[in-house]
């Protein structure tokens, strides 16, 4: 059916902006959970301490990627609600659980696995199901729900360092569970409008029979050349994207010491990354076919310029001013994700394209942030990392200039195919209509006989 551009869709629009704030507003305030937790769990005397622990902020972020490919296929199977109430539920269980560790390593599995994994099923329906209301306005709806996270990036910052500093670290984890049990209610918003493959197959034969695993793993879109350059040049550009949200609250107590307010950089970089998507989501709306790909070509070149211009920030307002156009260009990468995925692949496809993209990036996720840390163990200092970082967008920037006109080639032998069919159609269609003509006449003749 075709989308209603609005009505119930602006329900499923505010639910989604809040699953996206709750998911990544939470993630993306790792760096202040991290610095409470060198100092919960940490001693002077372990001289990995920093590498192991941002492995667990690290292991979130990259399992909420990782999942993503099982995600989309449950997603077809059993439509967006159902995944996402339960991944809702998943998560709350895992931040829950984490509130009584009294060690780092039991974290790596409460909040590095069980928690992500809920959250990467709670967040990967709120796009799909997107598409089922919106098409026209698809960028601007993307825009405003990734925006979400902007907001919540900007006051959980000092929100979490109030709760840490009067009711501990593990007391902020369960006031963090609300976040995740109204993210469980509204997962019951995403009301379909598109018959999920459950439904489709129990519509066909009136029992529910899992259907073959080519439907179920839809690897097809990687026979798309434009996707496949896609789905490989953005992991590309992500090794070091991560590594200033875990560890830039570190750095800045190296360098400034407690003089500073720390927290002020999270609260720029969310304010322009949400400013960046209500813009850049609202440009993609104008910009045609694939030719938005050039919008994120642009962010990875900004995002790795600034990452190495954070060692060379000697004073805090030039770090201030790095991270206003960090957090602007990353507003425009994200939010653009999913529009340029329904221009690759089509909207039939688009769930396990998005899905098998953000599994794909989970890898240079996970591996960036205790690479950063090694070599702060390593050498004292962050800036090697941060120079390292920069290094990837631009690498990976330069991978995607190449989509655009794969796509267009792709576009032109597609349209050439059934081109050839039309002309061979109305061929047939000619010679037809001169059968009847010569059979017609002796018709006639015996109507008149008698």
Not at 294 to 319: H, K, R
Not at 356 to 368: A, D, H
Request: charged share 15%; aromatic share 12%; with cysteine.
């Amino acid at each position: 059916p075709e989308p209603p551009e609005g009505g119930w869709g602006w329900v499923v629009m505010l639910a989604a902006m809040w699953c996206n704030g709750a998911v990544f507003g939470i993630q993306n305030s790792c760096g202040i959970l991290f610095v409470s937790m060198l100092r919960l769990f940490g001693s002077s005397e372990d001289k990995q301490l920093v590498f192991k622990t941002a492995w667990v902020s690290s292991l979130s972020m990259g399992m909420v990627f990782f999942c993503s490919p099982i995600v989309s296929v449950f997603t077809d199977l059993f439509g967006c609600r159902k995944v996402a109430v339960i991944g809702a539920a998943v998560g709350l269980v895992g931040l829950l659980s984490s509130s009584f560790v009294s060690t780092i390593e039991p974290l790596y599995f409460t909040y590095g696995i069980l928690f992500a994994c809920g959250c990467s099923f709670a967040y990967q329906p709120s796009l799909v199901i997107l598409g089922h209301y919106f098409k026209k306005r698809l960028g601007l709806v993307n825009g405003i729900v990734t925006a979400g996270s902007s907001l919540f990036t900007v006051s959980l910052p000092f929100l979490l360092k109030v709760l840490i500093s009067s009711v501990d670290l593990y007391n902020t984890l369960r006031v963090l569970c609300i976040l995740m049990f109204v993210l469980f209610l509204a997962g019951f918003t995403y009301k379909p409008l598109i018959p999920n493959t459950k439904d489709k197959e129990r519509g066909k034969s009136g029992k529910f029979k899992l259907p073959p695993a080519k439907k179920i793993c839809n690897f097809s879109v990687f026979k798309v050349l434009s996707y496949r350059i896609w789905a490989f040049g953005i992991p590309a550009a992500l090794f070091g994207y991560f590594v200033p949200y875990v560890h830039l609250m570190n750095h800045v107590k190296d360098r400034f010491g407690d003089s500073v307010p720390e927290e002020v950089l999270l609260l720029c970089l969310g304010i322009t990354s949400g400013v960046g998507r209500l813009i850049f989501g609202r440009v993609a709306d104008y910009i045609p076919g694939a030719k938005k790909i050039y919008l994120q070509v642009a962010s990875f070149f900004f995002i790795g310029l600034m990452s190495m211009m954070i060692p060379l920030c000697n004073v805090f307002g030039a770090l201030v001013a790095v991270c206003l156009f960090m957090g602007l260009f990353d507003g425009c990468f994200i939010c653009i994700m999913a529009p340029i995925a329904f221009e690759l692949v089509g909207a039939q496809d688009v769930s396990q394209a998005i899905g098998f993209l953000l599994g794909l990036m989970s890898v240079p996720m996970t591996v960036g942030p205790p690479i950063a840390g090694l070599l702060r163990d390593k050498l004292g200092t962050y800036d090697v990392a941060f120079y390292l970082a920069g290094v990837p967008p631009l690498i990976g920037g330069a991978i995607l200039c190449f989509i655009p006109w794969v796509h267009e080639r792709q576009k032109l032998k597609e349209r050439a195919k059934p081109v050839d069919g039309e002309t061979t159609e109305k061929m047939l269609e000619n010679e037809s209509t001169l059968v009847p003509d010569t059979t017609e006449k002796p018709v006639k003749e015996l109507d008149s006989g008698f």
